[in-house]
């Protein structure tokens, strides 16, 4: 539910921006306004990353979660009484806030409760929440007005924050506070089995042998060659999963099609369309990430995205030379169409390997760091990509996208280690 209310949160951009430059919006916002109006979500994502930093260190990873819905329980309200762009502005930092919070929290969590066995597909299956709230943002986007469009996004995020607080902390959370009790029923309550000693002994000895760490070990815990390692895999997934054109596209798309001049259907209707391929991608990622190697899913999603931006750049080259746009709009819908197979890799394996390569006393500090970076190079990439347009025209900024996603590919192939499988422990002592 809260990746689904952030999702909407998401799927909201697309056709509002579009009619807020449109013809006849509920209230006038310039394109520099809406610029800005795209861009402030990723830039509040960077204060929820180091906000939820801060709560997954002192109060679990859990209650870190459950915080992360009231952002956006504001944010909602914004929405439902906006009369300028101000309101807007202060939804889309709040929004930015919350998900910030959560793709620092929740992979922690999942690490925690979650069998090796089903971890990967735990994580795809929830952060496809996200592509399902943009999906119904998309449909709603064009056929209601936006303060109704608010109600409905208010009550999914009551509804998340009236009952989460029910599940149980992790093992985790119970054995550092010496509540080996409670840690037991947690385990058999996610675990769903009734002898979980074997587990618990590893868990146990695992948060022992990671306890007693002050600020200066965990520094110099940083500066080994295995977490240095690890911090700049997860540093580099999460800038090519934002580098890749993935906020860009997705609140720019209606916008994207019809300045691409396509006619045979209409922009929202291909958003639609393409939001819901999106989530069967993302299934089906979900389903191979714990049968097949991360790094092929990784190197299928990259060389993906990769022919998306070319054909797409590809297009918008045609039209500058004059060519009927008619002749070449399946290129466009075909390069959106395949684009959403980003959702099958770049997505789900960052999240993924973020809960397996960091001992729990880092956890925080990893979290931090890919939520920050994700922020901070979605933001850039957001902002960017108007003035960019505006420089060098449309195809050389989707040609920029696609030389970084073939970078990508190569990295993906040879320097991305397998944890598919494998205890956290395992992963984490390597």
């Not at 006849?24 to 861009?39: G, K, L, R, Y």
């Amino acid at each position: 539910l809260l990746c689904i209310s952030i999702g909407l949160g998401v799927g909201w951009t697309s056709p509002y921006l579009a009619l807020l430059t449109g013809d006849d919006p509920p209230f006038p916002v310039t394109h520099e306004e809406a610029s800005w109006i795209a861009s402030l979500l990723p830039l509040g994502r960077l204060f929820g990353a180091i906000i939820g930093s801060l709560f997954v260190e002192y109060l679990g990873s859990k209650m870190s979660l459950f915080l992360t819905g009231l952002p956006l329980i504001v944010g909602w309200t914004c929405i439902i009484v906006a009369t300028s762009v101000t309101w807007l502005y202060v939804f889309r930092i709040l929004a930015g806030m919350s998900m910030g919070m959560l793709f620092t929290c929740y992979p922690l969590y999942i690490g925690e409760i979650s069998a090796p066995s089903i971890r990967g597909a735990l994580v795809g299956l929830i952060i496809n929440g996200m592509p399902l709230g943009t999906l119904f943002g998309n449909i709603m986007g064009p056929n209601l007005l936006m303060t109704y469009y608010g109600i409905i996004s208010l009550i999914v995020t009551l509804i998340y924050v009236g009952t989460f607080p029910f599940l149980p902390h992790s093992p985790h959370y119970f054995i550092q506070r010496n509540n080996m009790e409670r840690a037991e029923k947690a385990m058999q309550w996610y675990h769903r089995k009734a002898d979980v000693r074997y587990e618990l002994e590893d868990i146990e000895q695992f948060v022992q042998a990671t306890r007693a760490v002050t600020l200066r070990k965990r520094f110099k815990q940083i500066k080994e060659p295995k977490n240095r390692r690890s911090f700049t895999i997860i540093i580099l997934l999460f800038t090519f999963m934002q580098l890749s054109g993935l906020n860009t596209i997705i609140f720019y798309m209606e916008i994207i099609l019809r300045e691409a001049m396509v006619t045979s259907i209409a922009p929202s209707s291909l958003v639609v369309i393409a939001n819901a391929i999106g989530i069967i991608f993302g299934c089906l990622g979900a389903y191979c990430i714990d049968r097949y190697s991360r790094r092929i899913l990784l190197a299928i999603s990259s060389l993906s995205v990769m022919i998306s931006m070319l054909l797409l750049g590809l297009h918008f080259l045609l039209l500058d030379c004059g060519y009927d746009p008619g002749d070449f709009e399946w290129l466009v819908i075909l390069s959106v169409l395949i684009f959403t197979l980003l959702c099958f890799g770049l997505v789900p394996v960052p999240s993924t390997m973020l809960s397996e390569l960091f001992t729990s006393d880092l956890k925080s500090t990893a979290g931090f760091v890919s939520s920050s970076t994700s922020a901070i190079f979605s933001f850039i990439a957001t902002k960017t990509y108007q003035p960019l347009v505006n420089i060098m025209r449309h195809q050389y900024v989707f040609w920029i996208y696609a030389a970084i996603m073939m970078i990508s590919l190569v990295y993906s192939l040879i320097w991305i280690p397998e944890t598919k499988g494998k205890t956290l422990q395992v992963n984490l002592l390597r």
